[in-house]
């Protein structure tokens, strides 16, 4: 069996990616796939997924080893690198997986997959219709509003929102966002939908038309929902500074548009090229980084408790929605 564990402050769509990597190795190699914390998925009221067994419901447990997926700490661009592991096939029955996956490549060619492991609740997609000449602006804020080199300016969603003008039938836009008020900040004569997590991605999975941030949420409905044309930065993780990698080589996916930081877009496989470059730069250059206790951390809170963190970070963004 391969073992899988959901885990506290985990989003839906790392759950996603982490959950459907491993079914898909798991159907490669012909193990069992079972869910440690199945009660932590972010999606188990509107999305069902397909698994053999939760772990806490196993009678006769067994003991597993734990197969860790390759990642690489960047000190230049201070980021966890990411990548397709190809080890992982070589795993031994009763292995839990650890690490992010997020590479198309975990599906070994078959993106359709993903339709029948990943289902979106039928009533819901009924009930959420948007128009074809819509366009999402899929804005993340939140925690990423401390890291400025994550970041999107509202220069790239502006751009983004001229270029769809000039490739598509677009003549309005919507917000889905994590931050309601830090994307009123940006656009406030867009209407916002915001809050109701079930909601924002029922309404990415129908739209037909996206701009996306550098965010792990809006993949699994884009990639399971309606056919679509999709904007995403140039360069992921690090758009502006990024001394020509692809922050991560994982984070790089098919059909997708890619915008640059001088606002041109380039196709995927433009894009392609510079990932597999950035790859190559990884494993020639860097040491494999298994323990993510070895991250240096930063920020200016670190000294402080989960609570008292938490605590500051929601005045400061009241007080300054566009930073904190």
Known sequence: MIIIEFKEGQGLGNQLWYYSSAKSIADKLNFELVIQNYHLFKGKKFLKIEFDSIWDEIQDKKEYTIFNEKLYYDYELKYVISDFDQNVLNISKNTKLEGLYQSEKYFFGDLAKLKKHIILDPKIINSTNIDKKICILNIRGGEYKRHKKFMLRKKY????????????????????????????????NLEIIHGDIQKCYATIFNCSNIIVSNSTFSYFPCTTGLKKKIIAPMYWARPIVNNGRWIS??????????????????TYSECLKIALNTSNYYSKNYNILVNKKDIPKTGFLNFLTKKQKKIIKNILGFILPRIF
């Open 157 to 188: 969603w502006e751009n983004a929102m001229n270029n769809f003008k000039n490739i598509s039938s677009v003549n309005d836009f919507l917000i889905v966002t994590d931050d309601f008020k830090y994307a009123k900040s940006l656009f406030p």
């Open 249 to 266: 080589p994982a984070n790089i996916y098919k059909d997708w548009i890619y915008q640059d930081k001088n606002y041109k877009l380039k």
